[in-house]
């Protein structure tokens, strides 16, 4: 995922703080590259995919 709307507050997150994105997974402050101007997260865990298709 390169772009994405967030709250405004996850922009003062600190690096290496871990937050849940609805729908999305897990992801955690970029130890790096993460600043109020530019905030980038890092997918930790993938939620798990409940969907079964319909067997025929």
Not at 28 to 50: C, G, M, T, W
């Amino acid at each position: 995922m390169v772009q994405a709307v967030i709250e405004p507050a996850l922009a003062q997150a600190n690096p290496e703080d871990r937050f849940q994105f609805e729908r999305e997974g897990y992801f955690v402050a970029d130890q790096y590259d993460h600043s109020p101007e530019k905030p980038v997260f890092n997918r930790i865990l993938d939620l798990k995919d409940s969907f079964k298709p319909e067997k025929k």
